[in-house]
């Protein structure tokens, strides 16, 4: 394997400082962390404008999760969260990234900056042009920028050459025509950044419910009996989850919490939104707390399935809602029979967790019918991951807990519109429904071939399969996995384009040409030839509302996501029925031509200006289950991890730090660990510390394995903490170097990020 492609250098690994892991979160710290990240970045009093549209229902979307916002009334003035409020400093900042800065600082130069300090530089103000041979970008007008990439997809010798990727910061509208533009090229190479994410849940609810959505709605929380959080951290990830916890807590319904790390924010908030709640002890959320073994969940939903079996055995109808079950589902014999195959005593040793504790998560899920289930991508970025979720499934299909108020599923999404993102065909794979519709309004054929995912765009571009990378949006080369080999990969491409508001490590690993487009950001006007316009999303819980910037852009250079659409467009077809001009001269015009393509979008323009917008049809929350294979929801059969460690391995997980959201670095702290002003540390528990004859602090290497493979990350710091023995945690991407091309999940392809396999070298 080559050289770790940035390695920090162990005299930087300085200045670290361990705390005390806080009893509580959110509260005054959290208050006072995002008014700071303001000041810093924006200043007073544009701040204070800025975060009292944040979320209001004539203001703009948080570019941050997808969390929902209130179906009624909204907080005013903190109808956001800490992250939130960062994300929003770093998009609103006033520090720029000229061309001047462009001219002074080096490809190479800055390729030595780490991730935060590349972030921190500031808005990208002009389009900018990276020439095959030199070391500096330089300045390029829009229409050059445009004829330079249309003549260079037109020079490919099959439209399959190109990989169009996704973030899912981009709006349904930006994401239409991105994908109709690519689709009219000639290629469904469309991977995003679900395929790294919640893939997995797509596969694995699709399959079982029908959709590969959650059924749940922000409301449901206040109707919840029980609320089972597993392989999430909202306290970090999703803070504004931790009010919708809180009221299910006061309505009396109880939480489960289950993940190898006892994260701060499940276990206990102080509400940002209420002074009263700013002092005190705070709210106690989870009322049973499972530190489960990584990769060890199928295990344990096994025993607590055959647990439940027994219990039903014992009381006939108690347990199983067989009324539901008749009529609803499939397959109850085979996946009942399927656990009579699996020893409780087996299975045990995978969770790290005793019998006890299990036994009294199942009496939870025994006693209450209405159960939410949530999770994020401690789930979903395992080998079986897809296993992970259809079990969970399975559980709610026996307690007929999927389909009413109260009960659901609920997979909480990442970035803020990467559900409608795939909702608007942003998708390798999008069905033949969808294609036929695209083709009968835009009056072209469409291809048929499945294009690349995320790992097989990777695998492509090494291979020189594919010559043109183009992104919109996101930072590709550090949200993926096996950063050296992604490295590679982009620079095998002739050209690799990169849409984006702020400077980051993709702009550095280059094909032979590159290009920069700056775009404008949520929180900024968008004036088009008809007049200022709104853009949509569509939330978690599959909310389509409007948002709307009321800042004027950082740099009168800017274009918006589908005004670089269509310039594209216009610069690479000679011959096009789509009148890409007036489609971006007024945005209402997308909107319809979605309504004639998308089922659910009946009376867009006039819906999405209502009050909240509105919700699309989901047949799991309306339990009605025909869109599956069976036309039922199906019972499936799922299978443990089968990872066998040797001597001195450990399982290692990437996850993120409080001061970050997916690749963007807010700064250099994880509070709510404990860790203060340091990236590089690696999280062990004390007694394999203790057997590796590590001390706190020590420095150390990490060695990944994989198909006979190795990978090495130099340069980790040891931290003591909190989680089961032979586990181990490291933030990304610093780690993503150690995390296999080749490691994914079944039927998702998903990289495995949270199941590598590593060992531990000390300096």
């Not at 002009?126 to 037109?154: C, H, Q, R, V």
């Not at 001009?581 to 309504?595: A, F, G, V």
Request: with cysteine.
């Amino acid at each position: 394997m080559s050289k770790e492609m940035n390695p920090q250098p162990p005299e930087k690994l300085t200045g670290i400082k361990l705390t005390e892991v806080p009893k509580t979160s959110v509260g005054v710290k959290a208050i006072k962390s995002a008014l700071t990240h303001i000041k810093d970045e924006v200043g007073v009093l544009k701040g204070i404008k800025l975060l009292k549209n944040l979320n209001q229902y004539d203001g703009f979307d948080c570019p941050g999760c997808a969390w929902p916002d209130p179906d009624a009334k909204r907080a005013f003035l903190a109808e956001y969260c800490e992250n939130g409020a960062k994300a929003v400093a770093e998009e609103a900042t006033k520090n720029k990234v000229s061309p001047m800065f462009f001219a002074t600082n080096s490809v190479s130069e800055m390729s030595k900056w780490s991730d935060f300090e590349l972030g921190k530089s500031g808005r990208i103000t002009n389009p900018m042009y990276l020439p095959e041979g030199k070391n500096n970008y330089e300045e390029i007008s829009w229409d050059d920028a445009f004829n330079l990439i249309g003549k260079e997809l037109n020079s490919l010798e099959t439209p399959d050459e190109a990989i169009f990727y996704t973030s899912g910061r981009t709006s349904n509208e930006a994401a239409f025509l991105y994908q109709l533009f690519v689709r009219q090229f000639g290629t469904n190479n469309l991977p995003d950044c679900s395929n790294m994410c919640h893939e997995s849940s797509g596969a694995a609810l699709s399959e079982t419910l029908g959709i590969g959505k959650g059924s749940v709605t922000l409301d449901d929380f206040n109707h919840a009996d029980l609320v089972i959080v597993i392989g999430q951290n909202p306290g970090t990830n999703h803070p504004r989850m931790l009010t919708a916890l809180g009221e299910t807590k006061k309505r009396g319904g109880k939480i489960i919490t289950i993940n190898p790390l006892p994260e701060v924010g499940l276990m206990n908030f102080k509400d940002p939104q209420n002074p009263l709640k700013w002092i005190g002890s705070g709210q106690d959320l989870t009322d049973l707390f499972l530190q489960v073994k990584i990769n060890g969940d199928v295990a344990l939903l096994k025993i607590i399935l055959k647990l439940m079996k027994e219990k039903e055995t014992e009381n006939p109808g108690k347990v199983f809602n067989h009324e539901f079950i008749e009529e609803k589902t499939v397959g109850l014999e085979e996946m009942l029979a399927d656990l009579d195959s699996y020893k409780i005593e087996d299975l045990l040793p995978q969770t790290g967790l005793t019998l006890d504790k299990i036994e009294q998560a199942t009496k939870m899920i025994i006693d209450n019918d209405n159960i939410i289930i949530c999770w994020a991508m401690g789930l979903t970025q395992h080998k079986n991951s897809v296993d992970n979720i259809r079990e969970l499934v399975n559980i709610l299909l026996l307690k007929g807990s999927i389909g009413k108020k109260g009960a659901g599923t609920c997979p909480v999404r990442g970035h803020s519109n990467v559900q409608g993102d795939r909702t608007m065909g942003i998708w390798e794979k999008m069905p033949k429904q969808f294609l036929d519709k695209l083709d009968d309004t835009f009056h072209f054929q469409s291809p048929r071939k499945h294009g690349f995912d995320v790992v097989e765009c990777i695998e492509a571009m090494h291979q020189k399969k594919a010559k043109i990378f183009f992104g919109m949006g996101g930072n590709f080369v550090s949200a993926t996995p096996d950063t050296n080999y992604t490295a590679k990969a982009l620079q095998n491409c002739q050209l690799t384009v990169h849409v984006s508001t702020k400077l980051n490590r993709s702009h550095l690993i280059h094909g032979k040409k590159a290009l920069i487009l700056p775009c404008l950001g949520r929180s900024e006007k968008d004036h088009q030839v008809s007049g200022e316009q709104f853009i949509t999303v569509e939330n978690s819980m599959g909310v389509v509302q409007k948002s709307q910037g009321h800042l004027s852009p950082v740099s009168e250079h800017l274009l918006s996501e589908p005004a670089i659409v269509a310039g594209l467009a216009n610069a690479t077809f000679k011959n096009t029925k789509v009148n890409w001009t007036e489609l971006i001269s007024n945005y209402d015009l997308i909107r319809n031509k979605i309504e004639k393509v998308i089922p659910g979008f009946k009376s867009y323009n006039e819906r999405v200006r209502k009050k909240g917008g509105f919700y699309l049809p989901n047949n799991a929350r309306e339990n009605n289950f025909k869109p599956t294979k069976t036309g039922k929801a199906n019972f499936t059969l799922n299978i443990p991890s089968d990872i066998k460690l040797k001597e001195n391995q450990f399982i290692m997980m990437t996850i993120r730090t409080h001061d970050q959201y997916n690749t963007t670095i807010y700064g250099l702290n994880d509070r709510y660990r404990g860790v203060l002003n340091e990236r590089r540390i690696i999280f062990m528990n004390a007694e394999d510390m203790k057997k590796q004859q590590l001390n706190p602090l020590d420095l150390v290497d990490l060695k990944s394995y994989f198909n006979n493979e190795e990978r090495i990350a130099k340069g980790f710091l040891v931290v003591a903490y909190d989680i089961p023995e032979k586990c181990t945690a490291t933030y990304f991407p610093e780690a993503n170097v150690l995390v296999p091309i080749n490691s994914v999940a079944h039927t998702s392809n998903t990289p495995a990020s949270k199941t590598v396999i590593i060992s531990i070298e000390k300096r």
